[in-house]
């Protein structure tokens, strides 16, 4: 029994070290990808391959007891990068259809936190209606841009640091739109970045097994 049981501690103890080698593989990779000089690569800011990069309203939303979801800044996971949709407050349809266009999030886009626990990004995935405080930018890519390597960008060190170089405040950061509008990124042919994609999502799955495994 007593094998049995420094068996199961060993394995669980190489369970986290596989995944702390795959993070820092994934993190390593990352880092490379978009740093480096590719063919047909230039270097633009964040604004050129983008048609808005925006917040949300400013003013306090009126809630309601039902209509359509609001998120704050609280509603989005760190961890795995997805918006808890489970606890959201709602607002009227007369509100939301009042918003401009660049503040109604659609498949697509990049929420992107701005204030506080700055330098998140989470896609859009899905087609359903909500809208979100200013504590979180919205960043919608040209169509000649992967939203999912756009994503990825956002997640480099080298965005991380832009991020941290241009947050201005005391009791909580803030990364300005126009910080955020003059990230230096790389401007990549469409075909490779399929291919970054293609990459980072099976490093990213096989980082999210190994989690699965730890739990």
Same mark, same amino acid.
């Given at each position: 029994?007593?094998?049995?049981?420094?068996?199961?501690?060993?394995?669980?103890?190489?369970?986290?070290?596989?995944?702390? *080698?795959?993070?820092?593989?994934?993190?390593?990779?990352? *880092?490379?990808?978009?740093?480096?000089?590719?063919? &047909?690569?230039?270097?633009?800011?964040?604004?050129?391959?983008?048609?808005?990069?925006?917040? &949300?309203?400013?003013?306090?939303?009126?809630?309601?007891?039902?209509?359509?979801?609001?998120?704050?800044?609280?509603?989005?996971?760190?961890?795995?990068?997805?918006?808890?949709?489970?606890?959201?407050?709602?607002?009227?349809?007369?509100?939301? *259809?009042?918003?401009?266009?660049?503040?109604?999030?659609?498949?697509?886009?990049?929420?992107?936190?701005?204030?506080?626990?700055?330098?998140? =990004?989470?896609?859009?995935?899905?087609?359903?209606?909500?809208?979100?405080?200013?504590?979180?930018?919205?960043?919608?890519?040209?169509?000649?841009?992967?939203?999912?390597?756009?994503?990825?960008?956002?997640?480099?060190?080298?965005?991380?640091?832009?991020?941290?170089?241009?947050?201005? &405040?005391?009791?909580?950061?803030?990364?300005?739109?126009?910080?955020?509008?003059?990230?230096?990124?790389?401007?990549? =042919?469409?075909?490779?970045?399929?291919?970054?994609?293609?990459?980072?999502?099976?490093?990213?799955?096989?980082?999210?097994?190994?989690?699965?495994?730890?739990?």
């Amino acid at each position: 029994v007593d094998e049995a049981f420094e068996a199961i501690d060993i394995a669980i103890d190489n369970t986290k070290q596989n995944l702390t *080698n795959a993070r820092e593989l994934f993190e390593s990779y990352l *880092n490379a990808i978009f740093t480096q000089k590719g063919d &047909g690569w230039k270097w633009v800011s964040l604004s050129e391959i983008t048609t808005d990069i925006t917040d &949300g309203d400013h003013q306090p939303p009126p809630k309601s007891e039902s209509g359509i979801p609001f998120i704050t800044i609280s509603n989005i996971n760190k961890q795995d990068r997805t918006v808890d949709f489970s606890n959201t407050f709602k607002v009227s349809s007369e509100y939301f *259809n009042k918003l401009k266009h660049n503040k109604k999030p659609r498949q697509g886009d990049i929420l992107y936190t701005v204030t506080g626990s700055y330098g998140i =990004p989470v896609v859009v995935d899905h087609a359903l209606d909500f809208c979100f405080q200013r504590h979180i930018g919205l960043i919608r890519p040209d169509l000649e841009t992967n939203s999912k390597c756009l994503y990825y960008m956002l997640l480099s060190r080298h965005l991380l640091n832009q991020a941290d170089e241009c947050a201005t &405040g005391t009791a909580q950061k803030t990364v300005s739109l126009s910080g955020l509008r003059r990230f230096s990124v790389p401007k990549i =042919p469409k075909e490779q970045q399929e291919t970054i994609v293609a990459e980072l999502d099976i490093l990213s799955e096989h980082i999210c097994r190994l989690v699965r495994i730890q739990v």
